[in-house]
């Protein structure tokens, strides 16, 4: 059983002594926790991600799983079949990536019309995550380009996963932000970076949204002490590892 653990945006695969997916790399041992640029473009995080598949994994099937970023650049890879990778992937199951972008990305790089964001990106633009144009790739804008070119792969099973409720204080101004600028339901259900309609994909969420925002998914919560959450993230990747592998059973 081939696992990849795809990371998201601005956060490394392990950082202070904790892991990004929290105490899961001792949960699937055998699993791969590709390194990537966290503040890379889309194209260059998926060749990273390849490179090290394909060097991990050198044969038969593999899964991935993939966490808010992580999720595009799975769908890169996928799509342009780097090193010869997408007809070897049965399943991508994405957690809150997203698909459709994120309005705090719009907002960040001041493309809200009618918010006034010149000041917020005059401090931003020495972020080196602004400079490379990684934030870019998180927005609506680009998410539209994005998904035109990027078509799913017939044999790859694609499955999504959210998450929105118990809202850290950490997250509130931003969850609180995507609910206002919402018209639909499941943009003002969010986790306070992705909301409910950016993370389905392609059409639907396997299982109801879990109770846990976006740091919340991964087991760490900004508002304890040891940035542990109360969310059992670990079942809830047990179920996402078992749902994985037993769609490409039964596709075989």
């Known amino acids: 059983m081939n696992l990849v653990f795809a990371s ?13 997916f929290r105490d899961l790399p001792a949960r699937f041992p055998q699993a791969l926790f590709p390194k990537v640029a966290v503040d890379g473009q889309i194209k260059n995080r998926a060749l990273k991600l390849a490179a090290q598949i394909k060097e991990c994994f050198p044969e038969g099937q593999i899964h991935i799983i993939a966490h808010s970023m992580g999720g595009l650049d799975a769908r890169y890879l ?4 780097l090193l010869g990778l997408a007809p070897r992937v049965a399943s991508l199951s ?3 990536t997203p698909h459709r972008g994120s309005p705090i990305a719009d907002l960040l790089l001041g493309l809200l019309p009618g918010i006034d964001s010149a000041s917020v990106r005059k401090v931003l633009d020495g972020f080196p995550a602004v400079q490379s144009g990684a934030l870019d790739c998180l927005t609506t804008a680009f998410a539209n380009r994005f998904n035109q070119e990027t078509p799913n792969v017939s044999s790859v099973r694609y499955l999504s996963y959210f998450g929105c409720g118990d809202i850290s204080v950490a997250l509130h101004p931003t969850h609180d932000f995507i609910a206002s600028r919402a018209h639909t339901e499941e943009e ?3 986790d306070g970076v992705v909301s409910m309609a950016s993370a389905v994909w392609p059409s639907e969420l396997v299982e109801p949204a879990w109770p846990a925002d976006h740091l919340a998914q991964i087991g760490h919560n900004l508002d304890t002490l040891d940035l542990r959450t109360t969310f059992d993230h670990k079942s809830a990747f047990d179920r996402v590892v078992q749902r994985a592998i037993g769609a490409a059973a039964s596709s075989d």
């Not at 998201?8 to 990004?20: A, E, H, K, T």
């Open 8 to 20: 998201g945006f601005l956060v490394p695969q392990r950082i202070f002594g904790l892991d990004y």
């Open 78 to 81: 996928l799509s342009s079949n």
């Open 94 to 96: 994405t957690v809150s």
């Open 188 to 190: 003002r259900a969010n």
